[in-house]
């Protein structure tokens, strides 16, 4: 347990659906980070969230839409995804967004696209 | 922009050694830190390089060289248990923006 939870961990879902993936940290940090992993490639940042404001942004398609609420909770939106997107999602924490700061990883969300 | 290569697997036998090395080139280099994965879980923190150096934290240790953007992450006494993928990443003075390798599956064998 790394204090980082994520649910559902597992999500099967259509291209039209819309759906929305949830992460919860209990650390009491200030950043949280959405990450993807596909298959054989490496770790792949999406969006950074430092007291509830995105920092940042890597070119994600728009049918990925993330929103932070509050510094314990992050979700991510899906909708009209692509067979493609099928990944495992990680959700992490930061204390700040300092490079020197440990990042605690939530168990993932396995997503399927069909 | 950042990359970073390791080897894709590496395979060993219990009790024995393995060095996992990674290069990266990168602009505003910060520190290279390194990460656990089990299949199915999460990557968890294993150690963090900023200084030139070797940082030791039980049986396994983290090498870093600046100069020649090269690093690499020690397995020693090798236990079933350490059979995962084994992530580098470098963070830049721009934030904690990690960028990761693509990661070094370790088998470890009886």
């Known amino acids: 347990e790394t204090g980082v939870t994520q649910t559902p961990r597992h999500l099967v879902m259509g291209m039209t659906n819309k759906k929305s993936l949830k992460c919860e940290q209990h650390?009491?940090?200030?950043?949280m980070y959405w990450y993807k992993q596909s298959a054989k490639k490496p770790l792949e940042l999406m969006f950074v969230?430092?007291?509830?404001?995105?920092?940042e942004n890597n070119s994600v398609p728009s049918r990925f839409s993330p929103e932070c609420p509050n510094s314990s909770h992050l979700f991510l939106h899906l909708h009209t995804l692509q067979p493609e997107d099928s990944a495992l999602y990680l959700c992490?924490?930061?204390?700040?967004?300092?490079?020197?700061?440990?990042?605690?990883f939530g168990p993932g969300t396995r997503l399927t696209v069909l | 922009g950042q990359s970073l290569e390791q080897p894709s697997e590496v395979t060993a036998v219990e009790g024995a050694i393995v060095q996992i090395n990674c290069t990266y080139q990168t602009s505003g280099f910060y520190g290279l830190s390194w990460y656990q994965q089990h299949d199915g879980g999460a990557p968890t923190f294993l150690s963090y390089?900023?200084?030139?150096g070797l940082e030791e934290t039980g049986r396994f240790s983290s090498f870093l060289s600046r100069s020649d953007s090269y690093g690499y992450l020690l397995l020693q006494e090798l236990q079933m248990k350490d059979s995962a993928s084994y992530f580098c990443?470098?963070?830049?003075?721009?934030?904690?923006?990690?960028?990761f390798g693509g990661g070094t599956r370790v088998l470890v064998k009886p």
């Open positions: 990443a470098v963070g830049t003075a721009a934030g904690n923006k990690l960028t």
């Open positions: 969230y430092s007291l509830e404001e995105r920092v």
């Open positions: 650390l009491g940090h200030n950043a």
């Open positions: 390089n900023a200084l030139d």
């Open positions: 992490a924490s930061s204390q700040e967004r300092a490079s020197s700061d440990t990042q605690y």
